[in-house]
Each structure stands twice: as C-alpha cells, then as structure tokens.
C-alpha cells in the first residue's frame, strides 16, 4: 500500500493534534458526539455477532468497522486526542497550551460519553420493546461483562485497579497504533487495514477502552446488571482512561 515515509508522517501527527486544539467547542462536541455513538453501535454489533455465533473471534475481527468509519468521516476519539494534541505542545506549536489540551481532552470526553449513552439508552429500549421485556441474551452478555470488569476487579483491591490500568495503557497502544497506520497510508484500502489489526487485537485480548466502556457499563446498569455507577466509575472507567492517556503517550505518541 501506498505510505508516507516517517518524516512526513510525523509532521501531519503534530499537524493533527494542533488543529483538535484549536477546534471551535461546538465542533468538537459534535465530532466527538459521534465517535461515541458509532463505536457504541460497533461494541453491541460485535457483542451481538458473538452471542448469535458463539465465536468471540468473530466479533473481534467485525469490530473495528466501527473504528474505521469514525476514523474515515474525521471524528474525535478521547484515546485519540490523548496521543496526538501533546504533540502540538512539544513542538510548540502556537497558541497550544496544557489548558487548551486539557480542554480538548474535557470536550471529547464530554462528547464520547454523550454519544455512547445515548446509544446505550437506545439499545436497550430496542432490546427491551420500551422496557417491557426481558432484554435477551445479548444485554445479558453485556452486563455480565459489566460485572466481571467492575466487582472482578475490586475483589484484588488495589492490584485489581492497576490491572485494569495497565489494560487500559496496553489498549491505547494498539488503538494508537491503528491511528498511527491510517496517518501513514495514502489511501482508503491501506487505512481501512492498518487500523484493522490493532483494533482487532485490543478488542479480542480484553484491553479497556475508555469510550467502548461508556457504552458497555451504563447499558449493563440500564438492563439490570449487578453493579452501580459507582462500581463502574471508581473499578473502570478512571483507571482506564488514566492507562488509555499513558498509553497513547508513552508506547506511540512519544516514540
């Protein structure tokens, strides 16, 4: 596939995180809005090839079109912005500074969360006929799940926190390395590929996806599973965003 050779691709890295800078409040609200939601459609689509084929690898390898499709229409990903924007700053770019980045970090997350909640609430009144069913086994999948990642991991006190961050460091490198791979290749083939296998990794080896996340607990707690918004706050979502920040950077970003 056709690529940019390193020099080049670094430039248009730094070029990137500037411009998420500098991006109006309104437009990045609205980009972020819909990465939420189209990787919250691609987590229940995934789930559910899964559970109706009984092969996770299936889902796994289905997963990323999500990412590929946020990525290909020039939407903002929380994971993302953590790798790129810092870059902006070490090259002194004007006008980036550690609050206008923390700022773009707040918008994104403010605007994943959004979109991957309301994509819970609509999933699950589909699952549940307006909340008149039982939600089936897909919803059931899925807020199991939710239980595992939150009380599995509190049950290892501190060592459980710190596995989760380190699985949310661990899924930043393969979600930066997808990023990274689009940035390189000259066309949508090479891109579409490039993102393909890191994402198709993290998803399968059960790395933790701060936005992914989003999604998957506040639909477990909408459907009944056995946790609270606490459970899912203090045992996932904080530990793994801090390990998607670390990751993105130090395995990709800064390399």
Excluded at 195 to 214: C, D, K, Y
């Amino acid at each position: 596939m056709s690529y940019l050779v390193p020099s080049e691709f670094v430039t248009k890295m730094v070029d990137a995180g500037e411009s998420k800078v500098h991006m109006s409040t309104r437009d990045t609200l609205i980009r972020s809005f819909m990465a939420g939601a189209i990787l919250a459609l691609a987590a229940v689509f995934a789930v559910t090839v899964a559970v109706q084929s009984g092969s996770f690898l299936l889902g796994a390898v289905l997963f990323p079109v999500g990412f590929c499709m946020l990525y290909l229409m020039g939407f903002d990903l929380l994971t993302g912005v953590f790798m790129l924007t810092p870059l902006a700053l070490l090259d002194k770019r004007p006008g980036v500074s550690p609050n206008a980045i923390l700022r773009n970090w707040g918008l994104v997350f403010v605007g994943n969360f959004a979109g991957a909640l309301t994509v819970a609430f609509m999933m699950a009144f589909i699952f549940t006929y307006g909340f008149n069913t039982e939600p089936g086994a897909v919803a059931e999948k899925i807020a199991g799940v939710g239980e595992a990642r939150t009380l599995g991991y509190a049950e290892y006190g501190a060592a459980g926190w710190f596995t989760i961050f380190i699985r949310g460091m661990l899924c930043n490198w393969m979600v930066s390395m997808g990023v990274v791979g689009a940035m390189i290749s000259t066309n949508v083939g090479g891109k579409v590929l490039a993102m393909w296998m890191p994402i198709m990794l993290f998803f399968f080896m059960g790395f933790e996806h701060s936005v992914v996340n989003m999604f998957l607990f506040p639909f477990g707690i909408i459907v009944g599973g056995g946790f609270s918004v606490m459970d899912y706050l203090i045992w996932n979502e904080i530990p793994t965003v801090l390990g998607n920040l670390v990751g993105g950077l130090a395995f990709t970003g800064l390399t």
